[in-house]
């Protein structure tokens, strides 16, 4: 079945260094949402990719979509405390199974 | 606009005890998830409805879970009997349609079970 992998798994940062986070899966994907869960919090939408090839920003944050569309980032500037938080990406595959990443964690220290 | 709404935000209780787990949708909403979170797994969909109608269910661990939704507004997990290793952060999240639409998610009940 469709696997959503995400790497890497944790990433430790100094206030002010970038980070990107990359979600691979083996099939091609329709579409892929991203989302940010703060330590003991839920999960929050962020931002929602749809086209091959496609690229958002928010702020400091980009996120782009493959163009085979089956992998996709999401790449913070200048990474500050409040970034602090587990990324997730989700998708809906060939079989149409929505399915979350594995996520990644940061870390932000000063 | 109210979110998601779940209860209870906490619960601590005893193997073999029956778990009732609650979620409020938010209005207009047609679909709602059930997930279950740890540290092992990672977030997991055990259900989701569509139109009060389960529509996928194999997420769902054994037979000792089972979930219901008698209307648009109110949906529940139950866990009967528990297990220790049913101890996690259940989150429910709805969407305005079926499909790959943005989720909505509640704050999650924290469940261990002793």
């Known amino acids: 079945g469709q696997q959503v992998m995400q790497i890497p798994q944790y990433q430790h940062v100094q206030e002010g260094e970038d980070f990107t986070t990359y979600c691979n899966s083996s099939?091609?994907?329709?579409?892929i949402q991203w989302y940010k869960q703060r330590p003991g919090g839920h999960p929050v939408f962020l931002i929602q990719?749809?086209?091959?090839?496609e690229v958002k920003k928010q702020k400091r944050l980009t996120f782009q979509f493959g163009e085979a569309k089956k992998n996709s980032s999401l790449h913070i500037t200048a990474t500050q405390t409040t970034d602090v938080g587990t990324y997730f990406c989700r998708s809906t595959g060939g079989g149409n199974k929505l399915t979350f990443g594995t996520g990644t964690q940061l870390k932000v220290e000063l | 606009d109210a979110g998601v709404i779940q209860s209870p935000r906490h619960e601590v209780t005893e193997m073999g005890q029956e778990v009732t787990l609650r979620c409020k949708p938010i209005s207009g909403h047609n679909s709602l998830f059930w997930y279950r979170q740890t540290m092992m797994r990672g977030l997991e969909l055990l259900i989701y409805f569509n139109n009060n109608v389960p529509i996928d269910d194999s997420g769902m661990p054994e037979d000792r879970f089972s979930a219901k939704m008698p209307n648009a507004s109110f949906s529940t997990l139950k866990i009967q009997p528990s297990e220790p290793r049913d101890s996690a952060v259940y989150f429910c999240a709805s969407t305005r349609t079926q499909g790959d639409q943005p989720q909505h998610f509640g704050d999650g009940t924290r469940l261990s079970i002793l």
């Open positions: 099939t091609t994907l329709s579409n």
């Open positions: 990719l749809v086209k091959s090839g």
